[in-house]
């Protein structure tokens, strides 16, 4: 895990906070490119990202906890979203969820021992008409059935 | 009716400025920015009956012209952090036509003076978000955006900040707050954000789908939008149907159509031929409609009349072996993640609500359980910030009120009247 944010990372935070009305604004977005730079927000993470937008690493911690998309620990190289909010629920999204944990032999919140996917429960992600669905990474599949779902998890081996 | 907010979506590559220019796309903004003055604009849309498409149906006009004549900046914001349950009619748009609501932003911008717009976008909508800031740049090399846009003097940028996986953020003073970098707890309403809003300055919030609805109205003008829908509710819909229906998906359709003739005409009937019991009508937040109870029009009026409202249009459709009290643990779950935490009753009620509905599905539900789940109902309701705890209301209050045989049933024989095997939405069928 890196401790610092390469070249092009700071250039990207530079751009972003230049382009707000004030800094704090860029906070959002600059913790998603934090994420993405470190893989998750460690306290490590949010002190560089302190030190790059000198703002104090309290109001960022502050911001950061509020919202379940910033890692507060880290993660498995890829991210299972599964959404069981009650239109995926009337269509079966019990079932992907108990499949893909059977599959992968982890719960909701773990990862698989060779750190390739962490499997989450999702709530909405409004993807309702397509239902059920899960999230990987930044894509959505949607319609999901159990061949789809061996297929889907094939293409990250 | 003839497709308009989703006329391109079928078209390849519709998301590219030259494909969306090929139908008539920015005939709008050159026409505005060029022939008309900021307060036209506000009388159009206000002529027009545009009424918000996010949820609360205000006429998007009358919103407009609450800026006040301050020296101050202004701000646009669309609002794409689509959440509410049931409601995916926004990322269709998003995906498909970026640059409709892009123009749309544009007028709104200029006619409430804004030189900057945001859009602040769902954060799961990653794709959408690289999308987005695609389409803005190939606006700026159109000359669309940016510095003297077309010789006119007005300059304008759009920035998108996605937000991160909170539902409350969907409402606008939170947003407002999260678009600030700060966690998004909602504010007290005076004053509203019309008046004082993003960094203290007037900022008008507006839904995707309002602000794709502008391009329109321009290039056809307000008489052409109110000859569709009804007469209080103008214009296309976008409606979205989910659950138990053999086809899902968005409708556009007027405003104001049968929701019966939605769900057994357009999304094709019931799964498997099933008998139809519940739909709510509007996004989760929305109270449960019976089947007795669903001839009535999908327009803001008509919906709030039957005692419900038209929300988001978001449809969800429940079959005749809906299990209710589980179908109402299973939203009580989503609200009781979502709680902001700010208002007491809110951040206690809401969960509490939902480790009781949990053990009545867990057939240890206690004899007072239902009282008790009305009580704290009334402990929430009007008295958080903001329209949250409604929302985490409204379903356990509908559900108790129209289905109560199934959640004495559970709470009396520990087991549900619907499906006699096991919880149907957690069990592996």
């Known amino acids: 895990m890196p401790d610092t944010f390469s070249t092009e990372a ?13 800094r704090m604004s860029a906070v959002m977005n600059a913790l998603h490119l934090t994420q993405r730079e470190f893989g998750y927000i460690s ?35 890829n991210v299972i979203w599964v959404c069981h909010t009650l239109p995926c629920a009337l269509r079966g999204s019990a079932n992907v969820f108990e499949y893909l944990k059977d599959k992968l032999e982890i719960d909701a919140g773990e990862t698989t ?28 599949f949607e319609d999901l059935t159990e061949e789809k779902i061996d297929k889907i998890l094939g293409k990250f081996y | 009716m003839e497709k308009i907010l989703t006329k391109n979506i079928e078209t390849e590559n519709s998301h590219r400025i030259s494909v969306y220019m090929e139908s008539g796309g920015y005939e709008a903004w050159r026409k505005v920015v060029r022939e008309m003055s900021p307060e036209e604009v506000v009388e159009t849309v206000k002529d027009s009956g545009l009424r918000g498409r996010g949820g609360a149906g205000f006429p998007a006009g009358v919103k407009w012209s609450f800026v006040p004549k301050v020296d101050k900046p202004k701000y646009l914001v669309c609002n794409a952090d689509e959440s509410e349950p049931g409601t995916f009619k926004d990322r269709l748009l998003l995906e498909n036509d970026p640059h409709m609501m892009l123009e749309g932003i544009a007028i709104a911008s200029y006619a409430i003076k804004a030189n900057t717009a945001f859009v602040y976008i769902r954060g799961e909508f990653a794709n959408q978000a690289v999308l987005l800031n695609e389409a803005i740049q190939e606006m700026k090399e159109k000359g669309y955006l940016g510095k003297n846009i077309l010789s006119s003097g007005y300059d304008l ?39 004082e809003g993003y960094l203290h300055s007037p900022t008008i919030v507006n839904n995707v789908e309002t602000l794709c609805c502008v391009p329109h109205i321009i290039n056809n003008g307000p008489d052409w939008f109110k000859s569709i829908g009804t007469e209080k509710s103008s214009g296309p819909k976008l409606y979205c149907l989910s659950g138990h229906v053999r086809n899902p998906g968005v409708y556009e359709l007027p405003m104001g159509v049968p929701l019966r003739e939605l769900i057994f005409e357009h999304a094709g009937g019931i799964l498997h031929n099933r008998k139809l019991k519940a739909v709510i009508p509007g996004g989760s937040s929305t109270p449960v409609l019976k089947e ?34 589980d179908a109402c643990y299973n939203l009580s779950k989503f609200y009781a993640h979502e709680t902001c935490g700010q208002c007491t009753p809110c951040r206690e009620g809401v969960p509490w609500m939902k480790t009781i509905l949990g053990r009545i599905t867990n057939g240890r539900g206690r004899g007072r359980d239902i009282d008790l789940l009305l009580d704290i109902c009334k402990s929430i309701e009007k008295r958080t910030i903001c329209p949250f705890g409604d929302a985490a209301v409204a379903p356990v209050k509908s559900y108790i009120e129209k289905f109560r045989e199934e959640f004495d049933y559970y709470i009396e024989y520990k087991k549900s009247l619907i499906s006699q095997n096991a919880k149907s939405l957690d069990a592996v069928n």
């Open chain 1, 10 to 22: 700071k250039a990207e935070l530079k751009k972003l906070m230049d382009s707000y009305p004030d």
């Open chain 1, 43 to 77: 306290y490590e993470a949010l002190e560089a990202l302190s030190k790059e937008m000198d703002l104090p690493v309290q109001q960022l911690e502050d911001t950061a906890s509020f919202y379940t998309m910033y890692f507060k620990e880290p993660v498995g190289e």
């Open chain 1, 113 to 140: 021992n060779d750190n390739r996917f962490t499997l989450m429960k999702a709530e909405c992600l409004a993807s309702c008409g397509s239902a059920p669905m899960m999230q990987v990474n930044d894509d959505y």
């Open chain 2, 157 to 195: 940028e759009i920035l998108v900040t996605r937000g991160a996986g909170a539902y409350i953020c969907g409402e606008e003073t939170a947003l407002l707050t999260s678009l600030e970098g700060k966690r998004g707890y909602p504010k007290i309403k005076p004053p509203f954000p019309a008046v």
């Open chain 2, 292 to 325: 007795s109870e669903i001839d009535i029009n999908m327009d803001f009026d008509s919906v709030a009349a039957a005692g419900s409202m038209l929300g988001s249009a978001g449809i969800i459709v429940m079959d005749e072996n809906t299990d209710m009290v």
